[in-house]
Nanobody, 125 residues
Framework: QVQLVESGGGLVQAGGSLRLSCAASGRTFSGFTMGWFRQAPGKEREFVAAKTWSGGRTYYADSVKGRFTISRDNAKNTVYLQMNSLKPEDTAVYYC??????????????????WGQGTQVTVSS
């Protein structure tokens, strides 16, 4: 079993930055693809970014491309989401997720096996 714990959310003004962290525990997340998703009030959960275990493949949603960066430190079992040039429409609960299938790059939430509890990001205009 893998436990994922997000941190780093908060309130920021438009144009500002935040860095989210997701720490995995319980077992190594060796080989897992790690992803970030978000869910705004009244909307479905949507894909934000993902990165494979080796770091060889990275994928971003069009809405965040060029502004957000996903990275991971496998030695620390931690994945990060650096969010720059934040917009009010980025306001959501952000979730970290892990996919056990080695090398898979998926934007579909159903393919991810483990989820964190979420961290709130609020961007004011």
């Amino acid at each position: 079993q893998v436990q994922l714990v997000e941190s780093g959310g908060g309130l920021v003004q438009a144009g500002g930055s935040l860095r989210l962290s997701c720490a995995a525990s319980g077992r190594t997340f060796s080989g897992f693809t790690m992803g970030w998703f978000r869910q705004a009030p009244g909307k479905e959960r949507e894909f934000v970014a993902a990165k494979t275990w080796s770091g060889g493949r990275t994928y971003y949603a069009d809405s965040v491309k060029g502004r957000f960066t996903i990275s991971r430190d496998n030695a620390k079992n931690t994945v990060y989401l650096q969010m720059n040039s934040l917009k009010p429409e980025d306001t959501a609960v952000y979730y970290c997720a892990a996919d056990r299938a080695y090398g898979r790059m998926s934007t579909q939430s159903l393919t991810y096996d483990y989820w964190g509890q979420g961290t709130q990001v609020t961007v004011s205009s």
